[in-house]
C-alpha cells in the first residue's frame, strides 16, 4: 500500500503584476470562497512570501509574464518549491499551452472573459474542498495507478493506492 500525504496548507498565492486583476481575484476569492489571499505582483514577491510562509500555501495562481520573470520562469520556480498551480494568462497559444500542463501544472487559463474569472474561481473552490477528500486508485499496473494518483494529488486529494480489490477493501476498512 502507497499512501500520498498532503499538507494542512490553509492560503491561496497569486502573482499577478496587473493591480486590477489581483485586486478583482482577491477580493472575490476571500468574499465568495473565504479563502485567505496572499497576492504580490512578481517573482521577487513569490520568492519572499514562500520564504516567509511555504507550508501555508495549498495552491498558487501564477500571471505567466511578469515584470521580472518575463519568460515564465515563475512556473519552474513554484514547480520547484511543490505548491500546486494554475496559470493565467492575458494570450492564448496552443503550443504554450501544451508546455506548461507538460510542468505538472493543474491548468492553463486565459484572462479574455469574465467567464475566466468566475472559472478560476470554481477551480479554485474545487481544490479546496478536494483537501478534505479522499480518493482510491485500484490497478494491478503499478505505472497506470502511479499515474492516476499523481494526477489526482495534483488537485488535492488526499490518494490511497491499491494493486488489487482485496488490498482496497482493507484500506477501506482501516479508514
Given at each position: 500500500?502507497?499512501?500520498?500525504?498532503?499538507?494542512?496548507?490553509?492560503k491561496?498565492l497569486?502573482?499577478?503584476?496587473?493591480?486590477?486583476f489581483?485586486?478583482?481575484?482577491?477580493?472575490?476569492?476571500?468574499?465568495?470562497?473565504?479563502?485567505?489571499?496572499?497576492?504580490v505582483p512578481n517573482?521577487a514577491?513569490a520568492?519572499?512570501?514562500?520564504a516567509k510562509m511555504?507550508?501555508?500555501?495549498?495552491l498558487?495562481?501564477?500571471?505567466?509574464?511578469?515584470?521580472d520573470?518575463?519568460?515564465?520562469?515563475?512556473?519552474?520556480?513554484i514547480?520547484?518549491?511543490?505548491?500546486?498551480?494554475?496559470?493565467?494568462?492575458?494570450?492564448?497559444?496552443e503550443?504554450?499551452?501544451?508546455?506548461?500542463?507538460?510542468?505538472d501544472?493543474?491548468?492553463?487559463?486565459?484572462?479574455?472573459?469574465?467567464s475566466?474569472v468566475?472559472?478560476?474561481?470554481?477551480?479554485?473552490?474545487?481544490?479546496?474542498?478536494n483537501?478534505?477528500?479522499t480518493?482510491?486508485?485500484?490497478?494491478?499496473?503499478?505505472?497506470?495507478?502511479?499515474?492516476?494518483?499523481?494526477?489526482?494529488?495534483?488537485?488535492?486529494?488526499?490518494?490511497l493506492?491499491?494493486?488489487?480489490g482485496?488490498e482496497?477493501?482493507?484500506?477501506?476498512?482501516?479508514?
Amino acid at each position: 500500500m502507497v499512501e500520498t500525504r498532503k499538507v494542512n496548507m490553509a492560503k491561496l498565492l497569486i502573482v499577478e503584476d496587473s493591480k486590477f486583476f489581483s485586486s478583482l481575484l482577491v477580493k472575490k476569492v476571500e468574499s465568495e470562497l473565504g479563502i485567505p489571499v496572499i497576492a504580490v505582483p512578481n517573482m521577487a514577491g513569490a520568492k519572499s512570501a514562500i520564504a516567509k510562509m511555504k507550508d501555508d500555501f495549498f495552491l498558487a495562481l501564477l500571471d505567466l509574464t511578469l515584470p521580472d520573470a518575463q519568460d515564465g520562469e515563475i512556473v519552474e520556480y513554484i514547480r520547484s518549491e511543490k505548491i500546486p498551480s494554475v496559470v493565467f494568462t492575458g494570450t492564448f497559444s496552443e503550443e504554450m499551452r501544451e508546455d506548461i500542463l507538460a510542468k505538472d501544472v493543474i491548468d492553463y487559463v486565459t484572462k479574455d472573459s469574465p467567464s475566466s474569472v468566475e472559472y478560476l474561481l470554481s477551480l479554485v473552490n474545487r481544490i479546496w474542498n478536494n483537501r478534505d477528500l479522499t480518493a482510491m486508485v485500484v490497478d494491478d499496473s503499478r505505472t497506470a495507478r502511479k499515474m492516476i494518483a499523481r494526477y489526482l494529488a495534483r488537485y488535492q486529494f488526499h490518494v490511497l493506492e491499491a494493486a488489487d480489490g482485496k488490498e482496497a477493501l482493507a484500506l477501506a476498512d482501516a479508514s
